[in-house]
């Protein structure tokens, strides 16, 4: 059993800043795929970027080249820098581990981007 608590969420202007943290638990974290994904307000949730175990990583076009994803296996932490923010990037953001069947999801984290 996995347990993840995302943090860092909150009110920025746009062309702002906001790193997103999503502690875990549980054995064998460094076997998961980790990722973020972000559900805007009558929209379906969608991914915004991943990490495998082997290190690649897969950004949504949407976000690619402003967003950074990373993980600290030692730590069972997952991060999400997010640059350049725009006002369409509001929306409540979930992390998310997955290993075969195994598919966990924290409470997410509110992010809106507004002047």
């Known amino acids: 059993q996995v347990q993840l608590v995302e943090s860092g969420g909150g009110l920025v202007q746009p062309g702002g800043s906001l790193r997103l943290s999503c502690a875990g638990s549980?054995?064998?974290?460094?076997?998961?795929?980790v990722g973020w994904y972000r559900q805007a307000p009558g929209k379906q949730r969608e991914l915004v970027a991943d990490?495998?175990?082997?290190?690649?990583?897969n950004y949504a076009d949407s976000v690619k080249g402003r967003f950074t994803i990373s993980r600290d296996n030692s730590k069972k932490m997952v991060y999400l820098q997010m640059n350049s923010l725009r006002p369409e990037d509001t929306a409540v953001y979930y992390c998310?581990?997955?290993?075969?069947?195994?598919?966990?999801w924290g409470q997410g984290t509110q992010v809106t981007v507004s002047s």
């Open positions: 549980g054995s064998f974290f460094s076997l998961y795929t």
């Open positions: 998310n581990v997955k290993l075969g069947p195994d598919d966990y």
């Open positions: 990490s495998t175990v082997g290190g690649s990583t």
